[in-house]
């Protein structure tokens, strides 16, 4: 299952858009208890490599492309906020996001008494990355920097393991050319049952790189959407299903063989919503059939398929059916859930929202190298200025006046 959820801490974020078609996000973070301006919060859009933080007046502005987003807000000390945003929405633009103190919730309380593994990650690191950063290709080229970080917590009543991180985790993806802050929310696995679920708020930055690395990204990033739940909700919004080499069943409940959906965009499962949204809604769940592309050798043999399996085949789930937006956004991705080859790809074959495989060049990663180096220098000349305001408007400590001594008596002077 698919779900993003969490924090990541104070940052600088670099704001780079190529999109023609774009909207403005904008608003102010203030502490809800003081009202004041929260001046050095962070608002970014989780899953993207776009974000910002908040001026000395808490107010920030992004320009997003058009399409859906969850933006996120945070700030030390405080819950964070996740706002869904899209083009569609006026109030975007005027937001006015207050941000609450902390609580300790009852689960934070009841994982404290259960029994910390002290040697978490010697145990439990590498079944970690097999179901966080995956087994394909490019996660060997993937790393996670502070493990450190990471708390794990197993129940034995339960078989339940469960890793929470006490800070960002930093996922250094060499394949694709990606640092990915992720804070942790939770990873959680069901040993009864197999399933495996976590949770997080992702940020991507653009990984420097010579020129020779980053041609190999441009291409390896398009391998990597090619065929990936980002591309398939697109071409069902863009009814280009059948050219991007996607071919969809319905699986009923008790049924042992699949019933091809002649026509995807009938009514019965395809509802244009306006403002270039649509709604996919499905009486059982999804077989999708992605024909351009082999499936991995590892995969095969995991699942223990023949190596001349031709095509890629995964389950998706809706539930209750979702709507997506025209970038491939969609809502409510709490209930999604992905089976086949979809779940076997992971973190290191996962895109930003804001990828598209025409406008990813050697130049755009170029670019957003650039805004990163100079909003990190004018965020250092901010933070010295204030430094220097601040220690110019401190009143000098009082000097204590001098202690006139006695004169010596005569008798003192013989």
Not at 80 to 107: F, V, W
Not at 124 to 141: C, E, H, M, P
Not at 145 to 168: C, H, M, Q, W
Not at 396 to 405: D, I, Q
Request: hydrophobic content about 35%; some cysteine.
């Amino acid at each position: 299952m698919i779900r993003i959820v969490k924090l990541l801490p104070v940052l600088l974020f670099p704001v780079v858009v190529f999109a023609q078609n774009n909207f403005r996000v904008a608003g102010k973070v203030i502490d809800s208890a003081t009202q004041q301006p929260l001046q050095g919060a962070s608002v970014f859009c989780q899953n993207t490599t776009i974000g910002t933080v908040t001026n000395a007046n808490g107010e920030f502005q992004l320009t997003l492309s058009n399409g859906g987003y969850d933006l996120v807000v945070s700030f030390m000390g405080l819950e964070t906020q996740s706002i869904r945003i899209s083009n569609t929405m006026p109030e975007a633009a005027d937001l006015i996001i207050a941000l609450q103190q902390k609580e300790k919730s009852l689960e934070e309380v009841a994982i404290v008494a259960t029994n910390e593994v002290a040697n978490g990650w010697e145990k439990y690191g590498a079944f970690l990355t097999d179901n966080f950063i995956g087994r394909t290709v490019n996660s060997k080229d993937c790393e996670i920097e502070n493990p450190e970080a990471l708390r794990f917590f197993y129940s034995r009543k339960r078989k339940r393991l469960k890793v929470t991180g006490d800070s960002v985790l930093v996922i250094r993806n060499k394949a694709l050319g990606y640092i990915i802050k992720y804070q942790l929310d939770s990873f959680v696995h069901e040993y009864n049952n197999g399933k495996t679920l976590y949770a997080g708020y992702p940020f991507y930055e653009q990984m420097e790189g010579s020129e020779e690395e980053m041609l190999v990204w441009v291409e390896k990033r398009k391998m990597a959407y090619n065929g990936s739940v980002l591309q398939f909700l697109r071409a069902y919004h863009d009814s280009t299903l059948n050219g991007d080499g996607y071919k969809v069943e319905l699986i009923n409940d008790g049924s042992t063989e699949p019933s091809p959906i002649y026509n995807p965009y009938d009514t019965v499962y395809y509802d244009t919503l306006g403002f270039k949204r649509v709604g996919l809604f499905f009486p059982g769940k999804l077989r999708v059939v992605y024909s351009k592309e082999k499936p991995g050798p590892v995969y095969l043999a995991a699942s223990k398929l023949p190596m001349s399996t031709p095509i890629q085949i995964s389950i998706l789930d809706l539930a209750n059916g979702i709507v997506v937006e025209e970038n491939g956004y969609f809502f409510d991705q709490k209930d999604v859930l992905t089976l086949g080859y979809w779940a076997w790809e992971k973190m290191a074959d996962f895109l930003p929202y804001d990828y598209y495989p025409n406008m990813n060049t050697v130049e755009e990663m170029r670019a957003r190298i650039e805004e990163k180096r100079t909003r990190i220098e004018e965020e250092r000349v901010r933070i010295e200025e204030e430094m220097r305001a601040k220690m110019n408007s401190e009143p000098e400590p009082e000097k204590p006046e001098p202690v006139e001594e006695p004169a010596p008596e005569e008798n003192d002077l013989k």
